[in-house]
């Protein structure tokens, strides 16, 4: 007993450490899965009661993993390494509206409910691109909401927002905003990005065009790690509308994104 209770053991370490590369644990695995097998017969009551321990922790690790999605207060940042943000993201909408043919002149609308994950007073938001850094007379606030200062870190750029006041864990924030961008569309082809930083529950992303110039060919970009997909336009959540007053627009209305995934917008016009 004193044999197996040791292999076991060995096994359990190798399957769990983080040393322990992916092809040596998925020997590990079916050596396991062999050894319960050879158990059943040689020590019954013993492989019995490791495979009801290990089917329970399992059963507490996907409940865990599934709360942790389901749950606001509940940071998946911790589970894939990822950058801590002080909330997460009800509702994101971005609007980016070229106001002139040469795309010289246009501004980026943004809307979103935010759900604090702990006291917070300042939000961080971040751009990137070959738009000239706006100054803060640039940026429009709705509400009392106030511009503190407007930094470079990078290939990007942070605008931090110091908030009304301290909204405590649980509390719905509204940032509702427009940045004025000059020299950001001016090549013939050109792009918009998203990168999901926050858990969202719902976001989406519209470029419109102006009447003189509508664009010739566009395409979605999605990225998740190194894979990369083209989505076509008229795809079920990549489509083109038409305002009232008659200017085109592209709408990508993204699902249950996944923090760290990228989303771009890419046309030829």
């Known amino acids: 007993m004193g044999k197996f209770t040791d292999f076991y053991w060995r096994l359990y370490k190798a399957i769990f450490s983080a040393k322990a590369t992916p092809y040596w644990a998925l020997i590990a695995v079916l050596a396991l899965g062999a050894l319960l097998t050879l158990g059943i017969f040689v020590a019954p009551l013993f492989t019995a009661i490791v495979i009801l321990t290990m089917t329970l922790v399992v059963v507490i690790y996907i409940f865990f993993i599934a709360r942790s999605v389901s749950d606001d207060g509940i940071r998946t940042t911790d589970l894939i390494n990822a950058t801590h943000y002080d909330y997460n993201t009800v509702i994101s909408e971005q609007t980016w509206v070229l106001e002139d043919k040469e795309g010289d002149h246009s501004r980026v609308e943004k809307k979103k409910i935010l759900k604090a994950l702990e006291p917070i007073s300042y939000v961080k938001e971040y751009g990137w691109g070959d738009a000239k850094i706006p100054a803060v007379e640039d940026i429009n606030i709705i509400g009392n909401h106030v511009v503190s200062k407007i930094y470079e870190q990078g290939s990007r750029y942070i605008v931090e927002i110091k908030l009304d006041r301290e909204y ?72 083109q509308t038409r305002m009232d007053d008659g200017r085109v627009a592209l709408k990508w209305t993204i699902p249950d994104p996944v923090q760290r995934d990228l989303y771009t917008i890419e046309w030829t016009w």
Do not use: C, Q
Not at 180 to 185: E, I, P, T
Not at 191 to 199: A, F, M, R
Not at 208 to 215: A, D, G, H, N
């Open 168 to 239: 405590k864990t649980g509390e719905e924030i509204t940032l509702d905003y427009s940045k004025n961008l000059k020299g950001a569309f001016t090549s013939e082809k050109e792009w918009v990005e998203l990168l999901i930083t926050t858990n969202v529950r719902r976001t989406s992303m519209i470029v419109v065009f102006p009447k003189e110039r509508p664009y010739k060919y566009a395409k979605g970009i999605y990225r998740h790690g190194d894979y990369v997909a083209a989505i076509p336009l008229d795809h079920e959540f990549l489509i």
